[in-house]
């Protein structure tokens, strides 16, 4: 089958007149601890072949029992997106052969899946995008072919069995930026939820992409490719790029799109036919006899709802309504681990301040200051802001942020104190105490300082009287440097000015 | 060596003379080691012998007993089990040859239990190709034999589990029955084969023909040995998920608690045409000699049982070419040699690999789950059987249990039905209904032909009604002395019925 030379810049131009529809298939591996039927480790990085058990090799005579935490992780991230939870859904049988399905058939959901509906929210270059869910579906992982030598092929049946939620949207998805934005928002969801660590490189996140392209207007939609093998959110980017293209110069030439599975082949950049649709199989779907359905009761459904953790769109929307940029309120909610530092600092500087007594000093907007520009600019995995022995932790941040607001340190003290809090783990209030920097905000002998310091300038005071006001600068930089940089500037500032005037 | 006749012998007398210590488990063990050797190369029942194997198991018996450390209730007993319960470290091959080689890692829960309650495991029986079969034909290691007729079929698919009980070559055994793979040879070979309630003993570690329609279940030579059996490996298993959470039934009470005042239900569809007559006749006298004991007998009616055969293959074959699906020459058992392409090792290891009845049942299922045809087929089938199921309540609003034939023929020669599966796949015209609607159901002897072959009679009860069943068949056991004829042992080049009475 020969390919249409793809003209790239022409056919940008010529794009504008299509609209780009997209529906998504994610596939979420659940990071339990065992298999989804059976004991053996669903971790990453074993030998190959060493976690496995008679269970998920299929071998003759197992049988499957579900894994209950797969299930809550299922029904956890159906929650999130708002899906209807069926209280009674059944596994079913998926029928192809391949070497790394040990069965012969996958057990998969089909026409009763755990999660029905949904939405997903997430960006796109600041503006609102919501992406409607078909379903998410529970069923198992195959292994992986392992092709060695020309003719010698190996089996590594490690991820057989893993639990997996296949996320299918609905065909809502109009760019491939936005398609990326759609997987980053996911990946992000079920990290929050802790129910899929979302590497994509590894694999524990994979997603297909259904395209077409349809004149702008139209209502009919056009033939779909469904597109594999895209391992990355700039694999899936590109390849959606390159696959309307190719659509695009097929339409505009009079030829058809032909319904078929493509692989994306990201060192040649382009996709190639990998099936038609009259090589698909046929998967013989039928409920799974040896489970029976399963059914969940309101009261479990409630206990699931209430573990859910504050998700990341509330949380940023309700950062903009605090203050923060939507800049600043992106970054934070990147990670969960991030969004629960900032709040936990948060809190902590309003626990501080009501039990001080003092003025309000830890907002929202300088706690996410510090923490973006000092505390994440120290990490190099953001989820280390959740490690207990992380040198500074928020309350100590807040502590550190109170210190500067009420004037104890100066902007720049503290951002030494800072670094120095990270480096020896000790607490903003050791450090300054210790170190005698706290700003001397005592008007008696900064005045003192102040005094020593005019005398001291004789020339500088007579210009300045004689109306050369800058030297005020002058002046308040020695008085600093005389008080080894503790005065309070603003304190000195008046103090001197006073002096200075007073005089006159 | 051991002066112990074990012909006939009853599982509780055995455990009980183990137990005391008048009897070793050794020298029980070598005795039925012996005759296996004796008389099965005229049977074929056994596949694999674990002599080994079972030695180690009754000296450990032995020496727990003679040092006075607890044993098992059925310490000693000799038993063995159907080529379809996967055994840790000893081949399993469901009698196929794509399973040729294939060396479990695990035991069976079933068997697990056994070997807990002290049994001594002899060996692994032959049976139907993936207990695909009514007469033990389709077994890739050569057919069972009738122990009371050497021309004739043992019935199948557990053939080799019923010939080895009937000629005293275990104390009891285990089968499968998915259509009447358990009664219908206990019938045929003139003993106590059960097929409990779905649910009620594990699947765990028997090889998969049709998952929703499997039972695993016991065969022995009286009720109380299949009520002690179904004792021991009855009850939850957590590696089943489709295992009833339910207590286990007092079976071998409830086989000596008599029939009074039981209703007894006879189905007019059970006593139709095609009937052989001496077996319509033996039926008939059970169901009297049971109204003698006490039970009312009330007509009942399951009208769907004409679909049953139907509804049965449409079922079985789906979930079998799905079972099957994993016998592909990549992870174990057979492999094609010298293959070239991924294509070539499955078409060439399962086109080799599998007897023709599996084959035949694999294209079938294939057929009916394909894509547009599965409400036609596969969905027709499970609402039919929700009648068939629902047929059963019915009746049991009227009865207490259902008393029918086992089987409308006794056993067939060898080779007389092999030509046409349909007229093969209609000896389970009686069988069929009970497992598609999860009952139990036993059969037991009830006489014999003309010509010394056994007659079945065939006893169903309600969900988690074993014990009803255990009472009507321990009820007309113990007004009838079939159970106590024992197949004269077979001798080489016979091919006559060897019928004898002793």
């Known amino acids: 089958m020969s390919e249409p030379q793809i003209e790239t810049s022409a056919a940008d131009a010529r794009l504008a007149k299509y609209e780009i529809v997209i529906g998504l298939e994610v596939h979420a591996q659940l990071s339990t601890q065992s298999k989804i039927f059976s004991w053996s480790s669903a971790a990453f990085g074993a030998e190959p072949n060493g976690a496995t058990d008679p269970i998920c090799l299929g071998m003759p005579g197992t049988l499957p029992v579900l894994n209950e935490a797969a299930v809550l992780a299922a029904v956890r991230l159906g929650l999130a997106v708002g899906s209807h939870i069926r209280p009674r859904c059944r596994f079913a049988r998926k029928h192809y052969f391949y070497p790394d399905l040990p069965k012969g058939f996958q057990i998969s959901q089909f026409d009763e899946p755990i999660c029905e509906g949904g939405t997903v929210r997430f960006r796109v270059r600041g503006e609102q995008k919501s992406v409607r869910l078909e379903r998410i579906h529970m069923e198992e992982d195959a292994g992986k072919n392992l092709h060695a030598a020309a003719g010698v092929s190996f089996v590594d049946y490690n991820r057989a069995g893993v639990p997996l939620c296949e996320i299918v949207s609905k065909p809502d998805v109009r760019s491939a930026e936005e398609a990326a934005e759609y997987l980053r928002a996911l990946r992000t969801l079920v ?84 099936r038609s649709k009259e090589q698909a199989h046929d998967y013989r779907y039928f409920p799974e006899p040896d489970l029976p359905p399963l059914a969940l009761s309101e009261e479990y459904l409630a206990k699931a709802r209430a573990s859910l953790p504050a998700l990341p769109e509330d949380r940023f929307e309700r950062y903009t309504a605090e203050g923060l940029s939507a800049q600043d309120a992106s970054v934070l909610v990147t990670e969960r681990e991030i969004a629960d530092y900032f709040d936990a600092t948060v809190a902590a500087g309003v626990t501080a301040k009501v039990t001080a007594n003092v003025t309000p000093n830890v907002t929202p907007k300088k706690a996410a200051n510090w923490v973006i520009n000092e505390v994440l600019a120290r990490v190099d995995d953001p989820r280390r802001l959740a ?118 | 060596m ?76 000799p038993i063995a089990l159907k080529d379809i319960f996967v055994t840790k470290g000893l081949e399993t091959t469901c009698a196929s040859k794509i399973l040729r080689g294939f060396i479990p890692p695990f035991d069976s829960t079933v068997g697990q239990r056994l070997a807990a309650a002290g049994t001594v495991m002899l060996g692994k029986l032959n049976m139907d190709e993936f207990a695909m079969g009514s007469s033990n034909e389709n077994s890739s290691r050569g057919p069972v034999r009738n122990p009371w007729s050497l021309a004739h079929v043992p019935g199948g698919s557990s053939g080799g589990s019923a010939a080895a009980v009937a000629a005293s070559l275990c104390a009891g055994a285990l089968g499968t029955d998915t259509g009447g793979s358990i009664r219908q040879p206990a019938a045929l070979c003139g003993v106590v084969g059960m097929k409990p309630t779905y649910g009620r003993v594990s699947r765990y570690g028997v090889i998969a023909f049709a998952s929703s329609l499997d039972h695993p279940g016991p065969l022995g030579r009286t009720v109380d040995d299949v009520a002690t059996l179904m004792e021991i490996i009855a009850g939850p298993d957590p590696r089943d998920a489709t295992s009833i959470p339910a207590p286990v039934g007092q079976y071998r009470a409830a086989a000596k608690a008599g029939v009074a005042g039981l209703r007894l239900g006879i189905p007019a569809e059970y006593f139709g045409a095609g009937m052989d007559p001496e077996i319509d006749a033996a039926v008939k006298a059970a169901i009297d000699e049971l109204g003698r004991a006490g039970a009312k007998v009330v007509p009942v009616s ?186 004269s042992d077979p001798v080489a080049s016979s091919t006559a019925p060897a019928g004898g009475v002793s």
């Open chain 1, 191 to 274: 990290r929050y939820l802790g129910v899929c660590d979302g590497n994509m490189e590894e694999g524990s996140m994979r997603c297909d992409a259904n395209v077409s392209i349809r004149l702008r207007g139209a209502e009919k939609y056009g033939t779909r490719t469904e597109i594999k093998n895209m391992n990355s959110f700039k694999n899936v980017r590109d390849a959606i790029e390159y696959e309307v293209r190719r659509q695009a110069t097929l339409v505009d030439r009079g030829e058809r799109v032909v319904q078929e599975t493509r692989l994306w082949d990201a060192s040649r950049g382009v996709t190639a036919s990998m």
């Open chain 2, 2 to 77: 051991a002066a112990v006749d074990i012909r006939g012998a009853r599982i509780a007398t055995l455990a009980e003379g183990v137990r005391s210590g008048k009897l070793k488990a050794r020298d029980l063990t070598e005795a039925y080691l012996d005759r296996v050797g004796a008389v099965d190369p005229k049977l074929n029942s056994y596949l694999l012998v674990d002599g080994a194997g079972a030695r180690l198991q009754a000296d450990a018996i032995d020496k727990a007993v003679a040092a006075g450390e607890p044993v098992g209730p059925l310490a000693g007993v």
């Open chain 2, 302 to 487: 399951l009208p769907h049982t004409k679909y049953a055969i139907a509804t049965y293959y449409l079922v079985c074959t789906a979930e079998a070419a799905s079972n099957l699906a994993r016998y592909d020459g990549v992870k174990y058992g057979y492999r094609a040699p010298d293959v070239r392409s991924l294509e070539e090792l499955y078409t060439r290891t399962r086109g080799e690999g599998f007897g023709l009845e599996p084959k035949r049942r694999i294209m079938l299922g294939t057929y009916v789950l394909r894509s547009g045809y599965y409400e036609a087929y596969y969905g027709q089938a499970l609402k039919v059987r929700r009648k068939v199921f629902d047929d059963f309540a019915t009746a049991f609003t009227q009865c207490d249990a259902i008393v029918t034939p086992t089987s409308p023929i006794p056993a067939f020669k060898l080779g007389e039905k092999t030509a046409d599966p349909l007229q093969m796949y209609l000896a389970d015209v009686m069988t069929v209904a009970a497992p598609l609607a999860g009952v139990p159901a036993l059969s037991q002897c009830c006489g014999f032909t003309k010509s010394g072959l056994p007659i079945g009679l065939q006893t169903i009860g309600p969900p988690l009604g074993e014990e009803v069943v255990f009472r009507v068949a321990g009820a007309y056991e113990s007004r009838t002395d079939w159970h106590q004829r024992l197949p």
């Open chain 1, 387 to 504: 490690e207990a022995d992380l040198p500074v932790s928020a309350a100590g941040l807040a502590e550190l942020i109170g210190l500067v607001e009420s004037g104890t340190l100066s902007g720049k003290l503290g951002k030494d104190v800072f670094l120095r809090m990270w480096n020896e783990r000790r607490s903003a209030g050791d450090i300054v105490a210790a170190e005698g920097l706290a700003q001397v905000s005592d008007t008696g002998s900064i005045e003192e300082a102040c005094k020593r310091v005019i005398a001291a300038h004789p020339d500088e005071l007579a210009r300045y009287r004689g109306g050369e006001k800058k030297l005020l600068g002058f002046f308040v930089g020695a008085v600093m440097k005389e008080t080894g940089g503790k005065a309070n500037p603003k304190g000195a500032n008046e103090i001197l000015r006073r002096l200075l005037d007073q005089a006159n």
